[in-house]
């Protein structure tokens, strides 16, 4: 297996990668926990946000010129109202909070140090802008015994944790798609974790 590149796009730049960035998410979101069933007509309007944000960052991990991950970011004051309300009703200013927002690999490039890679460049985005406070990401709340959860899953809180974020139980959202196993939307709990941005790793 080559080398994988590791590219940084912002803004108007992410444009001509949607269809691919749409593609990719729908594949890797499918699996557990996520379950997602998306479509890339959603995903393609979805993805115009980090076009339309100037302070967006999308880190793209490149096989040659196959797009096998993608890692997003932007300020919260560009993020939907549902992901902004939780941080007003704790507190905190949308502005000074920058959303990590998804990272997305391709299992057979997983474990060979990409994911940090997709961590600390969109922490060192966030400290260039020169405005943010807080870096937070958030993910879904499934049950410990949920019919499709796979008997080797292994969450991701570790190594969250390794790279300095908190888990807020306080700061949670709600956002509604549709599983794999479902046939029509539901609401699923969204949990955010929290890391000052002075603690971010270099």
């Known amino acids: ?3 994988i590149l590791i590219k940084h796009l912002s803004g108007k730049a992410v444009e001509p990668l949607i269809p691919e960035l749409a593609r990719l998410r729908i594949t890797v979101f499918r699996d557990f926990p996520y379950l997602y ?3 890339l007509a959603y995903e393609e309007n979805y993805l115009q946000t980090y076009v339309r944000s100037p302070e967006s960052i999308v880190i793209l991990a490149l096989d040659g010129d196959k ?3 993608a890692s997003t970011g932007l300020p919260m004051g560009d993020e939907t109202p549902e992901f902004q309300q939780p ?3 704790h507190g905190y200013e949308p502005d000074k909070v920058f959303y990590c927002a ?3 690999l391709l299992k057979e490039y997983r474990g060979r140090g990409v994911y940090k890679q997709f961590f600390t460049g969109r922490e060192g985005h966030a400290r260039q802008a020169g405005r943010f406070e807080w870096l937070s990401f958030c993910c ?3 049950p410990a015994d949920h019919p499709l959860r796979p008997a ?3 969450p991701l809180d570790a190594i969250w944790t390794k790279f300095g974020y908190v888990k ?3 700061l949670h959202a709600h956002y509604a798609w549709k599983d794999v196993d479902q046939s029509e939307e539901t609401a699923h709990d969204m949990l955010f974790w929290l890391k000052p941005l002075q603690e971010a790793l270099p």
Do not use: C, L
């Open 1 to 3: 297996m080559s080398d």
């Open 37 to 39: 069933d998306g479509t």
């Open 67 to 69: 797009v096998v991950g």
């Open 87 to 89: 941080f007003i009703e």
């Open 102 to 104: 998804e990272s997305v």
């Open 140 to 142: 879904v709340q499934r």
């Open 152 to 154: 080797d899953y292994a």
């Open 168 to 170: 807020h139980p306080e």
